[in-house]
């Protein structure tokens, strides 16, 4: 699949950082380092601008080494770019840690995966056909 890409960044375009990887990482692009204090979000520009097929969109989620080794993550994971969204491509990171963490030009910040879906329409009825499990919500089946 072909994804037209503007890349306004000195940072090389989302790559997939190993032969099988779903996620394509996202770079910061800062003119100047960006701290993250405990508990605080702030909006990080990648410096790209994507134009997603029809009936696709690109999920940013968090990158697993972030999480673990710093506490940070992604805050609306996973975050949709719509496939007729044109502006920058952005990522909400949070610390989550009890220490700073610093964002620099080029640092991998996230990671882009992009999924194919289906637009619903919706069928209105006066019921639902039964299943085993019924309306059994949040933690019906147990620890």
Same mark, same amino acid.
């Given at each position: 699949?072909?994804?037209?890409?503007?890349?306004?960044?000195?940072?090389?375009?989302?790559?997939?950082?190993?032969?099988?990887?779903?996620?394509?990482?996202?770079?910061?692009?800062?003119?100047? *380092?960006?701290?993250?204090?405990?508990?605080?979000?702030?909006?990080?520009?990648?410096?790209?601008?994507?134009?997603?097929?029809?009936?696709?969109?690109?999920?940013?989620?968090?990158?697993?080494?972030?999480?673990?080794?710093?506490?940070?993550?992604?805050?609306?994971?996973?975050?949709?770019? *719509?496939?007729?969204?044109?502006?920058?491509?952005?990522?909400?990171?949070?610390?989550?840690? *009890?220490?700073?963490?610093?964002?620099?030009?080029?640092?991998?910040?996230?990671?882009?995966?992009?999924?194919?879906?289906?637009?619903?329409?919706?069928?209105?009825?006066?019921?639902? *056909?039964?299943?085993?499990?019924?309306?059994?919500?949040?933690?019906?089946?147990?620890?």
């Amino acid at each position: 699949m072909n994804i037209k890409i503007v890349n306004r960044s000195n940072n090389p375009l989302p790559a997939y950082e190993t032969q099988y990887s779903a996620g394509l990482d996202l770079r910061a692009s800062l003119e100047e *380092d960006i701290v993250l204090l405990p508990m605080q979000r702030k909006l990080i520009p990648t410096g790209i601008f994507v134009s997603i097929p029809e009936s696709y969109e690109a999920q940013v989620r968090p990158r697993s080494g972030l999480a673990i080794k710093s506490g940070i993550t992604v805050l609306n994971t996973p975050g949709t770019i *719509d496939s007729d969204y044109r502006g920058e491509v952005k990522v909400i990171l949070i610390n989550f840690s *009890d220490t700073e963490f610093v964002v620099r030009n080029g640092d991998r910040i996230a990671q882009m995966v992009i999924a194919r879906h289906e637009r619903a329409e919706w069928e209105q009825v006066e019921e639902l *056909d039964d299943t085993v499990r019924g309306i059994g919500g949040f933690g019906h089946t147990g620890l």
